[in-house]
């Protein structure tokens, strides 16, 4: 991990300058020359407006290359990107600003309106940071020590406060990598981008394009059908979505085929569905399901596509340079999720409570509940801490049970996820008030006040108590129970 | 290089268990599940023997799938590997043999005359091995430590002593890693080994096998015509050559075409002639030049097959997660070549003097000459210490020298490259002699006794002086002028 190699967007603009880095959908290309001269560009100008070296900046931006710009831009000053999910609230933006010991913010355009209610001194939009100076003066980092940090990513947790998984240039690097050695690498492949480059699964394809030379296709917003276009007439060899993604892909498509170039579907975000797969198959679309989490720095465990259908909710074995092990195994094998490996953080940013926790000798511990076949293949049989996938995202119930307590005539609620057709889950609120005054509408638009979208509960169900076991603590499987019964 | 990965082989085996590791000639093939049950069961053969981890094995061995089990077999047990050049006379291999305190020998069984001229106390022929007990008590590597050593390799240098090349894993790994990210990956690569396993370019295909998870068709012994017909039947995508091997293979392949599946010629050793590489793109083999030295772990620099015949005479440009830099430039941009990278060894065993001269704040200072031009491409000018390079074999003529002058009646003596059609170069020998009784059979008889057969010079020229300059350093280069007008 103390491995320096040269700096991976020079060095591959050096070795690849006309090979196009980003295509986009409105025809324009950039190649590797121009992102490192772009990127460098405006390393000087954030260098003018006076970020240096490890100072922590944010990004909140929806797909757009300026984001992948400046993610690189701040490489080359050896500052350490913070990114911001742009679905979430002011007051959840703000603390993780706060958390990460932000110093500059800089934003797209669109989400100005956001920025507004934040309290941070500096904060730049695309265009104001295209307006700044350009001094050169200042000394570009020419190589890369892999054990640098380079992203800060946000992840909720148990506490209901998220968390910022630390990611080195290595652990990026190591996933690049790993994943190359799974899905092998071709000069023709072209990486279809979509999923939200803020979050690590989205990142990983750029990251992964400066590393393989490899061009990819931004996709600014998921549209069935213009994504589909693209798979089949740019020439579009991979795809990572997450399984809702899948579903309308499938649906879309219909009767067309996707060309002989094409290789695959990552897919993120928990085993899909037998019927969905059985679809892909008939379909000849080859899917890799996979599991992984922030602080794995995207998958660690691939399903390869020939194994789909005979592994039915597996989700495959570690990548070469991982491992995986279950712990504390009851009887029918099950226990919990442990990794290992290069790909895997070394921690949270500034916060030793949750960092004393997180390792056992060397192997992460996920949380997850999971067991291996006879042939080692993984299972996953419960998320960490009633984690529920809502569309590819993380939903942490205690989160949303915090915000929601905060209601005067809320005596207490528990959150769990409801199974649903398009999403895999979404969250439902058990609620016990103190009076009947309180309507679901209320409590809905509360949480809207407080939540990102995707966080809100769908449907609030009013209860007298909640279901607790002998030691006090909320039976949530329980409450699930109730929930299958009353669809 | 702290970093810590599941064994390779292990791995690999858990991975791809039924896909073939090596191929061979006679039609058997080692599936990666049988070649990680063989190094083990031979790892705990060797453990029984008395040999521990942190042990130096040597192994004496042609190109044989036994040597590469008794390498991985070494790993399993953390010992280090020093790989020993078949070629050499019993006193060259004693003095590596002492050099690196290898407390054990393995041999191929061919090789029985040779080990018996030699002082060591322990020594196994591959058929002992297979005789001894296993003992399964001791614990095999799970894990590989990428900093921990894996291998040793001798190579000679200006003093005429050879020096141990340490290689770690995590060498080898980023070899293996950044050729991936130059050639790309195919699940249906197969690359044929020929080139003697004992050399670094040899070693690291069956390397990039456990690491790819790609078969590797093995042939013990080059021969144009089998090759090829291996190359054009068996599915091969690629092979490693050096010059004189691309040459033959060309001229058997005749009007005959390889498959389109066949990738392309990794070729080592020293730029190939204008001549062969338009041979090469009328017959459509793609060849890939190549630089890079026992220090490197293999090739460093790399010319793709596209710029082969622009760039004739160039070897490229540094691979992704290496660096290249030309130093103490003269007027012409010609300097000596330095390199940087995670493939660089960390330094000769046990050798302080020459380690001390080895880096330059992190640079490894190649010694050879070169310039790099306006698009970056390296142009080796000048061989480090007048290195010859003879049908891919180092030769130095600093150690051929001291052999000569022992002979009594030689009074001093002078050994350069000489062009030649079939090895690229051989070595000559100027000779002043003290009586005239010395005969140009007798020189060669005795630098025979003492010297493998590819140093022994090929030619004695007697000479009544040596040119010397004013600082009486022998000059070289007129010698070699000399060789040109008598030729």
């Not at 490890?54 to 990114?83: C, E, F, Q, W």
């Not at 993604?245 to 037998?274: C, I, N, S, W």
């Not at 797969?277 to 390869?304: C, D, H, N, R, W």
């Not at 990102?452 to 209860?463: E, M, S, T």
């Given at each position: 991990m103390n491995d320096i190699i040269p700096h991976w967007l020079t060095q591959q603009a050096f070795i690849s300058s006309h090979v196009p880095a980003i295509e986009m959908e409105n025809g324009i290309n950039i190649t590797f020359s121009e992102l490192q001269q772009r990127s460098q560009q405006t390393a000087y100008q954030i260098a003018a407006y006076g970020i240096q070296e490890g100072a922590h900046v944010a990004i909140l931006s929806k797909n757009d290359p300026r984001m992948i710009i400046t993610i690189h831009a701040l490489s080359y000053l050896g500052a350490t990107v913070v990114l911001l999910n742009t679905r979430l609230t002011p007051a959840e933006l703000q603390y993780q600003i706060d958390d990460a010991n932000v110093s500059l913010l800089i934003y797209h355009d669109v989400f100005i309106d956001k920025v507004k209610q934040l309290q941070i001194e500096n904060s730049l939009s695309f265009d104001e940071v295209k307006r700044l100076n350009i001094e050169t003066g200042v000394a570009l980092k020419?190589?890369?020590?892999?054990?640098d940090p380079f992203t800060i990513i946000y992840t909720s947790g148990t506490t209901g406060f998220p968390k910022g998984v630390i990611h080195t240039y290595g652990n990026h690097w190591w996933s690049a990598i790993s994943s190359a050695l799974n899905l092998g690498l071709s000069k023709a492949d072209k990486w279809l981008a979509v999923l939200p480059f803020f979050h690590v699964g989205g990142l990983s394809i750029f990251l992964k394009s400066v590393i393989y030379g490899m061009p990819v296709y931004l996709v600014e917003k998921f549209n069935a059908a213009m994504v589909n276009e693209a798979i089949r007439e740019k020439q579009v060899t991979i795809i990572s979505v997450v399984t809702v993604m899948l579903q309308r892909l499938l649906d879309d498509l219909g009767v067309k085929r996707y060309p002989d170039t094409f290789r695959g579907m990552l897919l993120g975000g928990g085993p899909a569905p037998e019927v969905l797969l059985e679809q892909a198959k008939e379909k000849q679309v080859p899917v890799f399901q996979s599991y992984g989490m922030t602080e794995t720095s995207s998958q660690i465990v691939t399903l390869s596509a020939k194994d789909a259908l005979r592994k039915i909710g597996s989700s495959g074995k570690p990548l070469l340079s991982a491992q995986l092990k279950i712990h504390n195994k009851t009887t029918d094998g099950v226990g919990e999720i442990y990794v290992k490996g290069p790909m895997v953080t070394t921690g949270y940013y500034n916060n030793d409570t949750a960092n004393a926790n997180l390792f056992d000798k060397g192997w992460l511990k996920t949380g997850d509940l999971g067991h291996i076949d006879s042939e080692g293949f993984l299972y996953v049989v419960d998320r960490r801490n009633d984690l529920i996938i809502s569309g590819g995202e993380n939903v942490y119930p205690t989160e949303i049970e915090h915000v929601l307590e905060q209601i005067p005539d809320i005596r207490e609620v528990a959150v769990v996820g409801r199974k649903d057709d398009t999403w895999g889950e979404v969250p439902v609120a058990y609620v016990v008030c103190e009076?009947?005054?309180?309507t679901e509408k209320c409590i809905i638009d509360y949480a809207h006040k407080h939540l990102a979208p995707y966080k809100v509960p769908k449907q609030i169900l009013f209860i007298n108590q909640l279901p607790r076991n002998?030691?006090?603590?909320?039976?949530r499987h329980q409450l699930k129970a109730m929930l299958h019964t009353k669809r």
């Amino acid at each position: 991990m103390n491995d320096i190699i040269p700096h991976w967007l020079t060095q591959q603009a050096f070795i690849s300058s006309h090979v196009p880095a980003i295509e986009m959908e409105n025809g324009i290309n950039i190649t590797f020359s121009e992102l490192q001269q772009r990127s460098q560009q405006t390393a000087y100008q954030i260098a003018a407006y006076g970020i240096q070296e490890g100072a922590h900046v944010a990004i909140l931006s929806k797909n757009d290359p300026r984001m992948i710009i400046t993610i690189h831009a701040l490489s080359y000053l050896g500052a350490t990107v913070v990114l911001l999910n742009t679905r979430l609230t002011p007051a959840e933006l703000q603390y993780q600003i706060d958390d990460a010991n932000v110093s500059l913010l800089i934003y797209h355009d669109v989400f100005i309106d956001k920025v507004k209610q934040l309290q941070i001194e500096n904060s730049l939009s695309f265009d104001e940071v295209k307006r700044l100076n350009i001094e050169t003066g200042v000394a570009l980092k020419e190589e890369i020590r892999l054990s640098d940090p380079f992203t800060i990513i946000y992840t909720s947790g148990t506490t209901g406060f998220p968390k910022g998984v630390i990611h080195t240039y290595g652990n990026h690097w190591w996933s690049a990598i790993s994943s190359a050695l799974n899905l092998g690498l071709s000069k023709a492949d072209k990486w279809l981008a979509v999923l939200p480059f803020f979050h690590v699964g989205g990142l990983s394809i750029f990251l992964k394009s400066v590393i393989y030379g490899m061009p990819v296709y931004l996709v600014e917003k998921f549209n069935a059908a213009m994504v589909n276009e693209a798979i089949r007439e740019k020439q579009v060899t991979i795809i990572s979505v997450v399984t809702v993604m899948l579903q309308r892909l499938l649906d879309d498509l219909g009767v067309k085929r996707y060309p002989d170039t094409f290789r695959g579907m990552l897919l993120g975000g928990g085993p899909a569905p037998e019927v969905l797969l059985e679809q892909a198959k008939e379909k000849q679309v080859p899917v890799f399901q996979s599991y992984g989490m922030t602080e794995t720095s995207s998958q660690i465990v691939t399903l390869s596509a020939k194994d789909a259908l005979r592994k039915i909710g597996s989700s495959g074995k570690p990548l070469l340079s991982a491992q995986l092990k279950i712990h504390n195994k009851t009887t029918d094998g099950v226990g919990e999720i442990y990794v290992k490996g290069p790909m895997v953080t070394t921690g949270y940013y500034n916060n030793d409570t949750a960092n004393a926790n997180l390792f056992d000798k060397g192997w992460l511990k996920t949380g997850d509940l999971g067991h291996i076949d006879s042939e080692g293949f993984l299972y996953v049989v419960d998320r960490r801490n009633d984690l529920i996938i809502s569309g590819g995202e993380n939903v942490y119930p205690t989160e949303i049970e915090h915000v929601l307590e905060q209601i005067p005539d809320i005596r207490e609620v528990a959150v769990v996820g409801r199974k649903d057709d398009t999403w895999g889950e979404v969250p439902v609120a058990y609620v016990v008030c103190e009076s009947e005054a309180l309507t679901e509408k209320c409590i809905i638009d509360y949480a809207h006040k407080h939540l990102a979208p995707y966080k809100v509960p769908k449907q609030i169900l009013f209860i007298n108590q909640l279901p607790r076991n002998a030691s006090n603590k909320i039976m949530r499987h329980q409450l699930k129970a109730m929930l299958h019964t009353k669809r």
